[in-house]
């Protein structure tokens, strides 16, 4: 587990958070810039110490400024991934992995030839840092990371340099890391189709505070979470599992006692994680009939919540009302009173089959 608490200073900047991270989990520090968030991970990775307070991963104190305790960088165990790779230029690949290889501590042990495999590495390995790509650059820097057998490994907004179709490429390869290794993250990020596609846990920065944190399913999809929900590409986070593939490009999924049809094509059995922006969401007060929408959710209003534009957000819990499944709707003020919108009010639920982000984040950053 990822236990922090800590206070820091700098000039005009003052950082003040507490949170804590399941371990195993990919956790993603997120926020605008200036929020903190690249700050917070060099706490955490021992390049900056707190004022105040303690920093502890796995059990061991990395950081407890009650104790005058500090734990360098370099025997902490932390695997760094920044913005642009930052490999040796004078080196070509081979050597860059060495020379983190070299200076490995105890820790993640994967064989170096799974690491060159599934990141893709082998034809590279005689070029130097300046004949890569930016998506090859950062495959590099993932692999060295790895090679230093981390404990814990620190990226720090990896994909920002990155076009779209290589951002996607890395958040595949990172995914299959998580899976096949259980590489246990902190990733620092301001885009949220990235954290969509990655994370499991979430600490959302602003000014310096940590106004929301806890698993990303429990975040999305509330009205009381303003720095997400207020966003324009609000929505919800849906945990399916796929029960049926129509050999068509769509997929019929279930989420709690009821299905609803995603344009996806994956095995039946996959989990498979979607995003549903709230303005893609239509509300009826009876169900319609004569209509394209393939998706309807029975649902029942949870919450409502007046937004910053006039507009209103509707939290609706799938199905009963105690549902872990939720959704929001973003809908007019006018709109809300004729429906007589109300907590409690049983109303369906209207979902495009084209509309649902799945995976959850491909479309964000597919299009961003």
Same mark, same amino acid.
Do not use: C
């Given at each position: ?177 998580? *899976?096949?290794? /259980?590489?246990?993250? !902190?990733?620092?990020?301001?885009? #949220? +189709?990235?954290?969509?596609?990655? &994370?499991? $846990? ?123 499944? *939720?959704?929001? /709707?973003?809908?007019? !003020?006018?709109?809300?009173?004729? #429906? +007589?919108?109300?907590?409690?009010? &049983?109303? $369906? ?20």
């Amino acid at each position: 587990m990822i236990d922090v608490d800590v206070r820091f200073e700098r000039d005009e900047f003052s950082l003040q958070v507490a949170f804590t991270a399941p371990p195993g989990s990919v956790t993603a520090l997120f926020g605008a810039s200036g929020a903190g968030k690249s700050t917070l991970l060099d706490i955490v990775g021992g390049a900056l110490r707190p004022a105040s307070g303690h920093v502890r991963y796995a059990g061991a104190t990395l950081t407890d400024t009650a104790r005058d305790f500090h734990v360098p960088v370099e025997e902490r165990g932390i695997g760094w991934v920044f913005q642009e790779g930052l490999l040796f230029p004078h080196l070509d690949v081979h050597d860059n992995l060495n020379f983190a290889a070299r200076r490995a501590k105890a820790g993640l042990q994967i064989p170096r030839a799974r690491i060159l495999e599934v990141l893709g590495l082998g034809a590279l390995l005689r070029r130097r840092p300046h004949e890569l790509s930016g998506g090859e650059r950062q495959r590099v820097a993932i692999a060295r990371a790895l090679l230093s057998r981390p404990r814990l490994m620190l990226l720090d907004e990896p994909l920002a340099s990155l076009d779209a179709p290589r951002k996607l490429e890395i958040l595949a390869l990172l995914e299959t890391l998580r *899976r096949e290794f /259980a590489v246990p993250m !902190l990733y620092v990020t301001h885009s #949220l +189709g990235e954290v969509l596609r990655l &994370a499991d $846990h979430m600490v959302v920065l602003e000014r310096g505070r940590a106004v929301a944190s806890g698993a990303i399913g429990d975040l999305f999809g509330r009205t009381d979470t303003p720095l997400l929900s207020e966003r324009a590409d609000a929505g919800a986070l849906l945990d399916l599992q796929v029960i049926a593939n129509d050999r068509a490009g769509s997929v019929t999924a279930r989420i709690g006692a009821q299905t609803m049809v995603v344009a996806a094509d994956v095995r039946v059995g996959t989990n498979l994680r979607a995003y549903v922006l709230a303005n893609e969401v239509i509300l009826a007060s009876a169900r319609p009939t004569g209509i394209s929408v393939r998706n309807v959710l029975q649902s029942v209003v949870t919450r409502l919540a007046h937004r910053n534009d006039g507009s209103v957000m509707v939290e609706l819990a799938l199905g009963e009302t105690d549902s872990p499944h *939720r959704l929001l /709707a973003n809908v007019t !003020l006018a709109a809300a009173r004729e #429906l +007589g919108l109300a907590p409690g009010q &049983a109303v $369906h639920a209207l979902i495009k089959t084209v509309s649902v982000d799945a995976p959850a984040g491909a479309r964000a950053i597919g299009t961003g």
